[in-house]
């Protein structure tokens, strides 16, 4: 079975400039989460889908994220614009049964 | 206030010497506890997940246990492969959100 898929993994952009990160869970999980890691601390949530339908946005910065989840498979989560404070890894993640969660590799940003 | 509460920040073995993180959390509720393997430059890796007091699992050199209030990781007989951040985090019973800890570093040493 393939695991959660991100791309692209690195990411190195000027501030001010827009960035967009992809995931596609592992099929048939109908839960989405896009968490972001900074360095030496745990993933925290930025937003959670079940579906298309985001049920959890209460910690995305909705002032420059954005994130959509069309037919409710892959997820595009886009910073608009960058801001130094947002070099960090973001991770997705899909919940499969019973409730396990299962995590992609990351992409890591880095806003010069 | 922090939910999660890992400690120590890093610990040093040397391979067989045997030790225990640990995992302290606040929650109204708990739905589960869950423990992930994070190697550098990859995303956190599923160990287990704890659902209620006196619950214990293990996988190979790795048991992990719960109380009401913390989680243990026990590591025994450690080998350098074993070398890895791991994660703690807790799921709220109204929610399906995973708050983590910081993490605990181990490096074990041949």
């Known amino acids: 079975e393939a695991g959660v898929v991100q791309s692209p993994r690195y990411k190195i952009i000027e501030k001010k400039q827009p960035v967009a990160f992809w995931c596609n869970p592992i099929s048939g999980h109908n839960t989405l989460y896009w968490y972001r890691q900074n360095l030496g601390q745990g993933p925290e949530l930025l937003i959670r889908?079940?579906?298309?339908?985001?049920?959890?946005d209460s910690q995305l910065p909705k002032d420059r994220f954005s994130a959509e989840r069309l037919k409710g498979v892959d997820s595009t989560l886009k910073i608009q614009p960058a801001e130094l404070g947002d070099s960090a890894v973001y991770l997705c993640a899909s919940r499969g049964q019973p409730n396990e969660q299962f995590f992609g590799p990351g992409t890591r940003l880095t806003v010069l | 206030e922090d939910q999660v509460t890992q400690s120590p920040e890093a610990l040093r073995l040397q391979e067989g010497e045997s030790s225990s993180l640990n995992c302290s959390y606040t929650?109204?509720?708990?739905?589960?506890l869950f423990w992930y393997r994070q190697d550098p430059g990859k995303g956190p890796e599923f160990l287990f997940t704890l659902y209620s007091a006196g619950e214990e699992k293990e996988k190979e050199r790795l048991k992990a246990t719960l109380t009401k209030k913390e989680s243990f990781l026990h590591i025994t007989a450690p080998k350098p492969e074993d070398s890895a951040t791991y994660l703690c985090a807790v799921q709220e019973l109204n929610d399906y959100k995973l708050s983590f800890g910081a993490g605990t570093t181990v490096t074990v040493r041949a």
């Open positions: 929650v109204s509720g708990l739905r589960g």
């Open positions: 889908y079940e579906n298309e339908e985001a049920v959890d």
